[in-house]
């Protein structure tokens, strides 16, 4: 219980600290989840606040993953499952994220706490991944297209590089909840009238 079931229960309530909903309750006073997308992450943040407020919300939303690794770290010790146990921790947040317990479990779409994961459990993968999210941003100008090119990039770097299977399974795992929390943005794609940056 120590190993896993401690650092899953914290990792996932430090998931469910919603940045984009304190600073926009904190600053506008109104709930991020009744405008724009309905999402409550950066890429809404920047419709309701600005693009300097949702970069702070991306900023903090990917050091509370990161903060969740690093507790599975601290946690798991000398235990040999450390990679996976930070992974699990990593998972947790993301979750937390996605489905907050206080907020109703209706939260954001978890690429940014995928991105402070993934950051520190594979740093290349996570560089990789990002240059091309970005790329496709900067063309595209739809936000959630990078970021269903980021998560589909990680896991097959981690995989080319090596990792730990459990471990590409585990991000394989968060590319498919990715792809769930975006399936509005899909369909918005398909119908041409997804939202643009
Ligand atoms: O990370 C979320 C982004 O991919 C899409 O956000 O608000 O346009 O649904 P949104």
Redesign the pocket.
């Known amino acids: 219980l120590q190993t896993w079931g401690i650092p899953i229960v914290i990792s996932y309530l430090l998931g469910s600290i919603s940045f984009s909903y304190l600073l926009t309750k904190w600053l506008k006073g109104v709930d991020i989840r009744d405008y724009?997308?309905g999402?409550a992450?950066a890429?809404?943040t920047s419709r309701v606040l600005g693009k300097g407020p949702a970069l702070v919300v991306f900023l903090l939303d990917a050091l509370k993953g990161m903060a969740a690794v690093g507790f599975g770290y601290w946690m798991a010790g000398n235990s040999p499952d450390v990679k996976l146990v930070m992974m699990v921790c990593g998972i947790a947040a993301i979750i937390g994220h996605n489905w907050p317990v206080f907020l109703g479990f209706r939260g954001g779409?978890g690429?940014a706490t995928t991105v402070g994961v993934t950051c520190l459990i594979g740093f290349t993968a996570a560089v990789v991944a990002g240059v091309c999210a970005i790329l496709f941003i900067l063309f595209t100008r739809y936000?959630?297209v990078g970021?269903l090119v980021y998560t589909s990039i990680v896991p097959v770097m981690m995989w080319l590089l090596d990792y730990p299977t459990a471990v590409v399974w585990l991000m394989l795992i968060v590319s498919v909840m990715a792809l769930w929390r975006?399936k509005q943005?899909v369909i918005n794609l398909f119908k041409g009238n997804e939202?643009k940056i």
């Open positions: 724009g997308s999402n992450g890429t809404n779409k690429i936000v959630s970021s975006h943005n939202r």
